[in-house]
């Protein structure tokens, strides 16, 4: 396997093959990591846009803000408020009513506000089915490992915010790390 820097010039057909190690932390401690592969045939420009933000070191020390048990774990705001948008802008949503890009456990998507077309940074890797996103947010790839890491920080107590989801404890995206599976 390759590590890569760049993966902006790849084609779709490359950026099938990039995987994405996300090593998280709960209060210092590593939990363990996620790998991630990516659906460029569904949501080319969102895939490019997560992986221009990875690739640069963006998400790295950045806080998964929003965790809720059984549906999501959410990450990569710039202010760790679930508020802030990347240097980047805003992407069209790229969403899909395919049952193969379904909101299923391990996959991962976009976060936005009520505007469709308002991802930039922020995202969110399911815990639990959610179908019900489906056609309405934009999923972009799915984990290939590491269940248990995305249990322990699914299983970290909450309290505050408006729907009760802020973490209790650090909850970080220690490194991000692309490399291809060839």
């Not at 990569?76 to 240097?87: A, E, I, K, L, R």
């Not at 980047?88 to 469709?116: C, L, T, W």
């Not at 322990?152 to 909850?171: H, I, R, Y």
Request: charge should be negative; charged fraction near 20%; proline fraction near 4%.
């Amino acid at each position: 396997m390759t590590t890569l820097t760049n993966p902006q010039d790849l084609s779709d057909q490359e950026l099938k093959n990039v995987l994405l190690d996300i090593e998280m932390s709960v209060d210092g401690d590593v939990v363990g990591t996620v790998t991630l592969e990516f659906w460029p045939e569904t949501a080319p420009a969102t895939v490019r846009n997560f992986l221009r933000y990875a690739s640069e070191g963006f998400y790295n020390g950045k806080t998964f803000h929003r965790v809720i048990p059984n549906f999501m774990i959410q990450g990569g705001c710039p202010s760790g408020t679930g508020t802030g948008s990347g240097s980047y802008g805003n992407i069209k949503g790229e969403f899909s009513a395919d049952a193969q890009y379904s909101h299923k456990r391990g996959v991962i998507s976009m976060a936005r506000s009520q505007d469709p077309n308002s991802a930039s940074c922020q995202f969110f890797i399911c815990h639990g089915d959610a179908d019900f996103l489906d056609n309405q947010y934009a999923a972009f790839g799915c984990m290939t490992e590491g269940d248990s890491a995305l249990d322990k920080l699914a299983a970290v107590p909450t309290g505050g915010g408006g729907e009760g989801s802020t973490p209790k404890k650090d909850c970080l995206i220690q490194s991000m790390t692309l490399r291809s599976r060839i």
